[in-house]
């Protein structure tokens, strides 16, 4: 019998640490890489960063062997949304025997700290790396003003 709640607390206290570690195990139990080494999809959404040099941003998404074919870009405002499918690619007449390549698709939206000019927005691929150039609109740019 408990004397005290402080034994009821370190009970709950063993059990919620028991459940957090048999979470982490099944969690990780049949990748074949660890936790943050190597590329892959986080929630489905590719890593993307965010930069701005004052006049544009310019985002850098990973969508490693997607092509441009496969990847939609929209734009409104200062509103962006990514999607990006890839089919399977086992050729035909062979037989699978381990896939960690499968298909996926993704979407995913964001929104920008300014709004960008969508007309004059440009976007390419290499290396699995999908760039971004965003110009920002022309009320979104900072204007310096004289004093008279």
Same mark, same amino acid.
């Given at each position: ?9 370190? %009970? $709950?206290?063993?059990?919620?640490? #028991? ?5 982490? /195990? $099944?969690?990780? /139990? ?10 892959? /999809? ?14 544009? +941003? ?16 929209? &734009? ?7 999607? @990006?499918?890839? =089919?399977?690619? %086992? ?12 298909? /996926?698709? $993704?979407?995913?939206?964001?929104? #920008? ?11 390419? +691929? =290499?290396? @699995? &790396?999908? &760039? ?8 979104? =740019? ?5 004093? =008279?």
């Amino acid at each position: 019998m408990w004397t005290n709640v402080n034994d009821i607390d370190g %009970m $709950f206290g063993a059990m919620n640490l #028991l459940r957090s570690r048999m979470n982490r /195990f $099944f969690t990780d /139990f049949d990748q074949s890489y660890g936790q943050s080494p190597g590329w892959r /999809f986080a929630d489905g959404l590719p890593r993307t960063n965010l930069y701005d040099n004052g006049d544009q +941003l310019e985002i850098w998404a990973e969508v490693p062997g997607l092509s441009k074919d496969e990847i939609n870009i929209k &734009i409104q405002g200062n509103y962006l949304e990514l999607n @990006g499918s890839r =089919k399977p690619d %086992m050729p035909e007449g062979y037989q699978s025997h381990r896939t960690e390549r499968g298909a /996926f698709t $993704f979407t995913r939206s964001m929104t #920008l700290p300014s709004d960008v000019d969508a007309e004059k927005a440009e976007a390419s +691929l =290499k290396d @699995g &790396i999908l &760039i971004l150039t965003l110009p920002k609109a022309e009320t979104a =740019k900072p204007k310096q003003i004289a004093v =008279k």
